[in-house]
């Protein structure tokens, strides 16, 4: 797979690589980047610079985004970004759409990092901590406002297309790691114990394959729409993609260029032996 941009720093400015050898000045300055993304079409790819500047590219133009920018994390279709702006007094979370290219406030009682985006852009999961609360809340932005999703104490890993359901983990009453599925006003499916932090989802989130296990002797398990999670694997089982293929990767959650996870070649490994299955 060839991505169609990438980008190279030259004399302090930031250059766009394209059709593989062609370059062209951006007047975006930049000692380097602290942070780059690449939509999963691999057509969007999204700058964040040692001088916090926040800047996406599409063909061969380059859009300033922010300033004092600290994070950043982009849907897998590139149409939507969500960012982190340190102001001095508060850091405040925001939504950049890259088709029209405006961005909406989100909060600025933003919590902690576990955070999501969902795969089409539109909304965003985070946690919010206002002054005198005891702990965080797990909140959904969609639209132009944010909701309460739980109050529970969660851990987001990702989230389907327009922000319908929640994939989160969090604790029983015994302790024992589960992953959920919440739905945007807080009730929740529980999918299966989960302990290891990887997740391949499919395009629109609304599958996922999770690992669970100890000592390094982990299972696999595939849940679709929220149902408890069926063992795939006694041992770890990665999705085989064509190389024609793009994964796309925001921290330990993996979108996958598949509508259906189920009828599909997977590489298991266990004690490093490695072996294919369909």
Known sequence: YKHEIDYKIKDGQVFIIYDAKKAKATGLEAESIDESQTSIDGKILVLLTDNGDLAFVKGT?????????????????????????????????????????????????????????????????????????????????KGSKSKKVTSNETYVVGMSNN??????????????????????????????????????????????????GEGGDYKSYLSINGKEGKKMSSSIARPLLPESAQEFQNGYSITVPAKDLYNKVYVCQNDNNSSVWY
């Open 163 to 212: 922000g319908k359901y929640i994939y989160a983990i969090a604790e029983d009453d015994e302790g024992e790691s589960f992953l959920y599925r919440y739905n945007a006003n807080g009730n929740k499916d529980k999918i299966g114990p989960c302990n290891a932090p990887l997740f391949y989802f499919n395009e629109d989130h609304t599958q996922v394959i999770y690992y669970n």
């Open 61 to 141: 133009k380059l859009t300033k985004v922010a300033t004092e920018v600290e994070g950043f994390m982009i849907s897998a279709d590139g149409t939507g970004i969500v960012y982190l702006v340190d102001d001095g007094d508060d850091e405040t979370l925001y939504l950049y759409n890259t088709a029209n290219k405006k961005a909406k406030k989100i909060t600025s009682d933003f919590a902690e990092d576990s955070i999501a985006i969902a795969p089409n852009g539109d909304s965003v999961c985070y946690y919010e901590q206002k002054e005198g609360d005891d702990e965080p809340t797990l909140m959904l932005f």
